[in-house]
C-alpha cells in the first residue's frame, strides 16, 4: 500500500504562515523596546529550559498555558471555519511574543537540555493549561448556547 499526498494552496498558505511567523518573530526581537521590556529574556539557547524553571512558579506557568491554549484555539478554529490561516497569522505571534507557555515547544526544549523532575512537572503543568485553555471557549459556547435555547 502507497501512501500518497499532494500539497495544495491550503498547505502553501500555512507554510508561508509559519515563515511570516518566524520572521516577524526576530525582526521583533531586535527591536529596542522590545528588548528593554522583557529584560528578563538575556539567557542563551542552553540556559533557556533552566530560564523558565527558575524565573516562575507553576501557578505562572498555568496561566500563561491557559491563553496559549486559548490563543491556539482560535487559530484552528479561524483557520476551519474560514479556510484561512489569518488566525495562525495573528494568534501565533501574540503567543510568541507574549511568553505563553506551549506544551509542544516547551517538550522540544527540554528535550534538547535533558529532562529533569523539575522539567517534567513543568511541563505536566503546560499541558494542563494548554487543555483548558483550549476547551475554555467552546465551553463558553455551549453554556451559552444552552441558555439560548431555555
Not at 75 to 104: D, Q, R, W
Request: hydrophobic share 50%; proline share 3%; charged share 15%.
Amino acid at each position: 500500500m502507497r501512501l500518497q499526498y499532494t500539497i495544495n494552496d491550503s498547505d502553501i498558505s500555512i507554510i508561508l504562515c509559519s515563515v511570516r511567523t518566524v520572521f516577524v518573530t526576530l525582526l521583533a526581537s531586535n527591536f529596542k523596546n522590545f528588548e528593554n521590556y522583557h529584560s528578563s529574556w538575556h539567557w542563551t539557547l542552553d540556559d533557556f529550559p533552566e530560564h523558565k524553571l527558575e524565573n516562575q512558579e507553576l501557578w505562572q506557568t498555568l496561566i500563561r498555558a491557559f491563553f496559549c491554549g486559548i490563543l491556539m484555539y482560535v487559530a484552528v478554529s479561524v483557520y476551519k471555519e474560514n479556510n484561512t490561516p489569518l488566525g495562525i497569522m495573528f494568534c501565533i505571534p501574540v503567543f510568541i511574543l507574549s511568553g505563553f507557555e506551549h506544551s509542544i515547544a516547551d517538550m522540544c526544549y527540554f528535550a534538547v537540555a535533558g529532562y529533569t523532575l523539575p522539567a517534567v512537572l513543568f511541563v505536566a503543568v503546560v499541558v494542563v493549561g494548554n487543555a483548558i485553555g483550549g476547551m475554555f471557549l467552546p465551553a463558553l459556547k455551549l453554556i451559552f448556547k444552552k441558555k439560548e435555547n431555555v
